[in-house]
């Protein structure tokens, strides 16, 4: 697994995560299944895409008719590794080299068969940015999506659609919602739990995009990028890339699937034929010691006829319905949803990690979660907390 890359990328802020072509495709025709007009008319902008090698600006570039765009923007930051590497976008100087990106935009209003070979697809675009059809210009800063410059391609933009870094996560997510854009992020699931972003999934103001909720997906990255893992390597193509697990797309764009209530079983069917040796063969659910709710260890084991709160992981927005649930809170230290019974003592963290391990340190307690097991108390993953509407 990637995660080891991931860490250590975010650590050194070398996080220039490349999208695949086909993880964008599978996630953009969902919005188009659930409403075929969702990007007519609008303007798209990627701000942190080497604008020729991103695959965001190549697939609503060729994408740019049949979605009946009004623009396309995208923006280099000076630093990305790629940048201006592909293509020599100004004429009038060489290529810079993998670490001194020219930092510059895009911006396209019209896609067609400039070349005339029958055609329209990439050759077409780079003959666009070649001959000046569109604007291409050198951004005047470092193209940074805090900067001023990008701000007002922001505040100009409909929607905002890219891969931020993954260590600027909920900093890019901040400065999309201050301009009340819609916006198709992708990101850790980790990002769930973010004081950040979890008030807005709460509140269905942010949920998750439909096409990835579980397993691993492939991202290229940057020649210099160092390869721990053993998922890692070079493709077909000689391009280095990293599997990452736990990736989701955010999103406040609406699909189909959010609408689709999850099948459930009564409790006592769980308890019978669950899969989960966790579930089945029991007399009822784990009640928390410091919430007043149930335990649903997998969403597939949620109960269809248990009226109070229930905690399930977070991967259970992968398949929430708003019109089926309401999500009321999730199991964190500060009890800042009000739903605490009990709060730790130091004492009682110290004494519940020496009976857990046999040794002095501090079990907290107070981030989850807890379950009396054979006698010891036992912090439980993240769960967020819900009940049936």
Not at 240 to 257: A, E, L, P, S
């Amino acid at each position: 697994m990637a995660n080891a890359d991931l860490t250590k990328a975010k650590k050194a802020k070398n996080d220039e995560f490349y999208t695949q072509w086909t993880d964008i495709e599978r996630e953009v025709n969902a919005y188009l299944e659930y409403n075929p007009d969702v990007f007519r008319g609008k303007t798209i902008l990627c701000p942190c895409d080497d604008p020729y090698e991103s695959n965001f600006l190549k697939f609503f570039a060729l994408s740019f008719n049949s979605f009946g765009l009004k623009k396309l923007i995208a923006t280099c930051y000076k630093g990305s590794p790629i940048a201006n590497t592909q293509l020599t976008l100004f004429k009038d100087e060489p290529k810079t080299n993998k670490t001194t990106g020219v930092p510059h935009k895009i911006e396209i209003t019209e896609v067609k068969d400039f070349n005339k070979d029958g055609a329209v697809n990439l050759l077409d675009v780079e003959w666009l940015l070649e001959n000046k059809k569109n604007t291409l210009v050198r951004l005047e800063g470092d193209g940074d999506f805090r900067s001023d410059e990008v701000k007002n391609l922001r505040d100009e933009a409909d929607i905002i659609i890219t891969n931020p870094p993954f260590s600027l996560f909920r900093e890019f997510l901040t400065w999309i919602l201050e301009a009340k854009k819609q916006f198709l992020i992708i990101g850790n699931m980790n990002a769930i739990t973010y004081k950040e972003v979890f008030p807005l999934i709460k509140e269905n103001q942010a949920w998750l995009g439909p096409s990835i909720s579980s397993g691993d997906r492939k991202f290229n990255v940057p020649d210099n990028f160092d390869l721990y893992a053993s998922n890692c390597g070079v493709d077909e193509n000689g391009k280095k890339f990293i599997r990452v697990k736990g990736v989701r797309w955010f999103t406040n764009i609406d699909h189909g699937r959010r609408h689709q209530p999850l099948p459930l079983m009564t409790m006592a069917d769980n308890l019978k034929f669950s899969k989960h040796k966790e579930i089945r063969g029991k007399n009822n659910y784990d009640n928390y010691d410091n919430y007043d709710a149930i335990d649903v260890p997998y969403t597939n084991s949620t109960p269809s006829d248990y009226d109070g709160i229930m905690g399930v992981p977070i991967s259970f927005l992968d398949k929430y319905c708003p019109e089926q649930f309401e999500i009321v809170g999730m199991c964190e230290n500060l009890d800042l949803y009000g739903l605490k019974t009990k709060v730790y003592t130091s004492a009682e963290c110290q004494q519940a990690y020496f009976a857990k391990f046999g040794k002095n340190g501090t079990y907290d307690l107070n981030a989850s979660g807890v379950l009396e097991k054979n006698g010891l108390l036992e912090k439980v993953y993240q769960r967020i907390l819900i009940k049936h509407i």
